[in-house]
């Protein structure tokens, strides 16, 4: 029996046992247990297959810090089975095997080794000429990881906002120190911890000869936090990068939290860091800590037989730990020539354990079948990197190493933090930290346990003062002199196989290789030998390949560093960043008239908006109901959606010359231009009407989700024009209304007496500053729906008054109001274009009859020169109007156009008119079936193909006569 008895297994269930089956057998475990030390607790080491040699691999930290337990689920690849939670049914193979696990034909590749040298398939696959498209699929079918199931059905997932004074990252000492000083001085905090458990390292570390200490300072620090009601706990949660002014991406089962704080504290703490030796990656091998976390977290013995290989005092503590746990402890080996503490060595010996100071592991042997540890052969270090003859060989199953610690410094390096080597401790620091951002514990290079709690409340004392919150006590912590780094942990051995990246399989010398092939550079270096590029990310190889480096071309680690840290911290998956979305919305400000008319609201953009007046049983009834009487009467849209920018000053129109495709620097006072603006490739990006309010003042609507945009553009331009203009984004500072209809004009001229209504006075394309209702108003003759219409834009706070005096005045006419799917259907009617949905990533002006919205005689405009090669070359596509009968099939959004068997484009626009008695749409078409008259096949719901008519737009009113004169 490998399992333990209690309080081994703090994270297990024995009350609730689970059957699973790993590679077709039925195994067990418990309600608690990962699915890696559930097959631990059945003496199953073999878990995986390496990535390049198909070597055996076992677990290395048992944190999910690495890729050596890597398995197949039925409907999931690559998923770490020391992080997957053990359940009832699980079903689970190794993936990356030719045969079985247990016997993997492409094993044999690792004999080959010599002849796949570091960066080989650059020199080896490109000649002949073409040869590579041969290659690749081999390489990919041997290299591979795992298996994508195509029938899976995506699960639900989401993203919500959080929002704190305090954001502590990591819940061991330091962490659990410093949210408690930080929220018992006043401040909000919320305590992110990768783990499912509270604690860190007291939940299995050792601490002392006092096994216990850890964990009864666990539970007192924990009980603090969970009475604490300032704090907040988001447990099995990772922090997966850091982006400026603190907004932390956190990601808890299926969701992702956007969560900003005001201050951060880091309290990652450490790796533990593998010793470099041939054969290091035999299952059996593993970390100090890993062997721990096996005990503590989840009552499993890891061996029968054990040597610990240790680079620090911690490896004593970890000898102690398993004697007591039942393990046969046959040496421990120390890398350094004595122990700091003396204590240690002497409680070590006396309970029978042989201690070998300056010793190493040189090799490590297999059993027969070359699937688990069977002996060691250790020797003495007699110099950097080198050891002496023979020594001793050790029978056993389990060896435990442990050369140090590297500070988990992802996050603190993303924020714009530098990596410092210190060469009197062997140890890396962190400094450069953006303000805000305060480290704490181990990953600020404290390891001792008062000092990591003292450093801890010293990080949250600096929080508060940033936070102006005054600190209960101010904490001063100096810096810790232990030294838990062995200098230099690596032994090359002649025939290789001294593992310095495990995701990869690089060794000693491929490391030192790329160096000798002119990539001296640490990052250059990644990039050849694909160092760190793995599922660990470097977590156990940036501090060996660093050294490595640094020895091979003459330099100190401080000069070459280590790679990049980029986010994500670890793999996320593409549903994270796709699921759905937990946006906060905005309401106009006659949102309240809108619930109280019954209203059926939709999201446009950030906004609220209704798509219809009445019940959602009856919403094509609706929509046409509010589209005849727009027709026939007066209706009232609200458009407070729409972007709003005010561009004054001089170069006022200079600047809107140059960045919409129309002109505007003629254009008269008390006149409007439709603006459409392009990118530099001359894509359609964004479209809308500028007003010109006066000589120096130009007012420009946008649409509702592109304004952010514009606006962003208009700064950028300028800011590289420096032209004499102020740009202010207004959206939120107006309230907006189109009233349209054939009566419109004699509802607005009910409230507004002072101001000429008459075609002459205020025609078509004008625009006006009055009073409407007596609030102060900019009036626009505009007509996106091809009637008579009025856009009224006033003050937000007078949005509902505006609102409440229309349809009061509009009630003897019949007015009512309508939403956005009437308004849709509406410009459909008059092939008005909605930019992204009538438009994509890739639609110039020409394919949508914009070449008119184009002024051909500007010197320059954002887009022009692309615009003009675009438009010298053949149409490959258009967008056209079509119509089908009342009775057909009706075509959604994004069915497909046909050209024989080929596509030639999709619906974007589709609805049944009752005005015009039939089905209409917009839709791209190749070049060569958009003239009027033609059909064009569309491909609708159940493979069914209907035959459309191409029809010159607009379907109705093709003389304007409504929205010009008001006919």
Known sequence: ???????????????????????????????????????????????????????????????????????????????????????????????????????????????????????????????????????????????????????????????????????????????????????????????????????????????????????GLREELVVAVRAEPRIRVLEAAVCNGWFADHYLPVIQGNRMFKVRARQTILASGAFDQPVIFRNNDLPGILLTSAAQRLMRLYGVRPGQRAVVLAGNDDGYLAALDLQEQGVTVAALLDLRAAPRDAQLQQAVSARGIPVHLGHTVYEAHADAAGRQLARVDVRP???????GPAGLTLDCDLLCMSAGYMPVYQLACQAGGTLGYVDEQAAFSLGNLPRGLHLAGSVNGRHALERVLSDGRAAASRALAELDLAPLTTEQTQADDSQVNFPWPMFAHPQGKEFVDFDEDLQIADIVNATRHGYRDVQLVKRFSTVGMGPSQGRHSALPTARLVAAATARSVSDTGVTTARPPFTAEKLAHVAGRAFDPYRRTAMHRRHLELGASLMPAGVWQRPAFYGPASERQRCIQAEVRQVREGVGLIDVSTLGGLDVRGPDAAELLERVYTF?????????????????????????????????????????????????????KWNAQWRLDVDIANVSAA?????????????????????????????????????RVAGIPARLLRVGFVGELGYEIHVPARFGERLWDALMEAGARFGIRPFGVEAQRLLRLEKGHVIIGQDTDGMTHPAEIDMGWAIGRQKPFFVGQKSIEIL???????????????????????????????????????????????????????????????????????????????????????PQAQRQEMGA
């Open 1 to 215: 029996m490998t399992r333990l008895p209690a309080p081994m297994g703090l994270l297990i269930d024995r009350n609730r046992p689970l059957a699973f089956r790993f590679e077709g057998q039925t195994c067990h475990g418990y309600a608690g247990d990962t699915l890696a030390s559930a097959l631990l607790g059945e003496g199953r080491w073999l878990l995986s297959r390496s990535f390049k040699y198909h070597r055996p691999r076992g677990p290395l930290t048992l944190a999910g810090q690495d890729a050596n337990t890597l398995v197949q689920l039925p409907d999931e690849p690559n998923v770490l089975a020391d992080e997957l939670p053990l359940r009832e049914g699980l079903s689970a193979t190794a993936q990356n095997v030719s045969g079985s696990l247990e016997r993997d034909r492409d094993a044999l590749l690792g004999t080959f080794s010599r002849f796949m040298p570091v960066g080989f398939y650059y020199r080896a696959f490109y000649k002949p000429k073409g040869m590579w498209k041969r290659w690749e699929p081999l390489i990919r079918r041997k290299a591979g990881l795992g298996v994508l199931d195509l029938t899976f059905v995506p699960t639900y997932h989401d993203k919500a906002y959080l929002f704190c004074d305090v954001t502590v990252i990591g819940a061991g000492p330091a962490g659990l120190s410093a949210a408690l000083a930080a929220a018992q001085g006043g401040a909000e905090v919320l305590l992110i911890e990768q783990q499912p458990l509270l604690g860190g390292a007291l939940a299995w570390g050792r601490f002392g000869l006092d096994a216990g200490q850890g964990e």
């Open 381 to 387: 270090i007699v110099g950097q990197g080198q050891v």
């Open 663 to 715: 002109g505007f620097r003629k254009l008269p006072v008390g006149r409007t231009r439709y603006a459409l603006m392009t990118a530099e490739d001359g894509v359609v990006i964004d479209d809308g009407v500028a007003a010109r309010l006066g000589d120096e003042h130009f007012y420009v609507s946008a649409t509702t989700s592109g304004v952010d945009r514009v606006y962003r553009s208009l700064l």
């Open 734 to 770: 107006f309230a907006a209304v189109n009233l349209a209809g054939p009566r419109s004009r004699e509802v607005l001229r009910e409230l507004c007496p002072e101001l000429d209504l008459t075609p002459e006075a205020f025609p078509y394309l004008a625009v006006r500053e009055g």
């Open 871 to 957: 438009e010298s070359q053949p149409l490959r596509r258009k967008l056209v109007g079509f119509t089908l009968p009342a009775t057909a099939s009706q075509p959604l959004e994004g069915h497909l156009v046909l050209r024989g068997d080929d596509i030639a484009g999709n619906v974007t626009s589709c609805e049944f008119s009752s005005t015009l008695g039939c089905i209409i749409g917009l839709a791209y078409a190749a070049a060569d079936q958009a003239e009027p008259g033609m059909s064009l096949p569309i491909r609708v719901e159940g493979g069914e193909i209907v035959q459309a008519t191409v029809i010159r737009l607009p379907f109705y009113d």
